[in-house]
């Protein structure tokens, strides 16, 4: 679905800066945050947004003699492209997600929250792995987030702090785990058991 998002927008960079707004509806932005945001260069940031800009998608201010942008959610087209994306944000066509495996030793990675339109989740990204590489997931967060335009609630344990906290019944990854989820790698085999017992 990016692809066919870049296709029809024209290019990557207008895809994913129409996304950002539209998903940050209340925040403002210098246009080098959102260059850096969602990983273009700073003349195509300040292309995209000088252009929507002309056509009133954005609005522009200054502050402190630099020009910031905020979406105008009066846009005659808001609510449609609102749709649009939210729907194209769905797990699995985040692609950056299928790099996980290189932040170390993987034994669970599980999305929800604006993975799945889920409000009421209080995390995006559960991840359970070892030896990991704290730049490699650093950088791949920051993928994560220039690819789906928003940042992303994560949450990494040890395999030994995951068994700790199903033995103790966690309240807070009971409700998790029993919301709404989409796998991204499983190899804990007996979760799905434990899952399923806990809800009867």
Do not use: W
């Amino acid at each position: 679905m990016s692809e066919t998002l870049e296709q029809l927008f024209g290019s990557r960079s207008r895809s994913r800066v129409l996304r950002f707004f539209i998903l940050n509806p209340e925040r403002d932005f210098l246009t080098i945050d959102v260059a850096t945001r969602n990983m273009i260069k700073s003349q195509d940031a300040r292309k995209e947004c000088t252009a929507l800009t002309k056509i009133k998608f954005l609005k522009e201010k200054k502050r402190k003699g630099k020009k910031i942008y905020q979406l105008n959610t009066q846009f005659t087209y808001y609510p449609e492209l609102k749709g649009l994306f939210v729907k194209a944000n769905a797990y699995p066509q985040c692609h950056a997600l299928s790099k996980l495996k290189s932040i170390g030793n993987v034994q669970l990675a599980l999305v929800s929250g604006v993975f799945l339109n889920y409000g009421r989740s209080k995390i995006d990204l559960f991840i359970v792995a070892d030896n990991v590489s704290r730049v490699r997931l650093n950088n791949l967060v920051k993928e994560i987030e220039a690819e789906i335009g928003k940042e992303v609630r994560y949450m990494i344990l040890t395999t030994e702090e995951m068994k700790y906290r199903m033995d103790m019944m966690d309240r807070f990854l009971m409700e998790f785990l029993t919301g709404p989820t989409d796998e991204v790698i499983n190899r804990m085999p007996k979760l799905e058991n434990f899952v399923n017992d806990f809800k009867k």
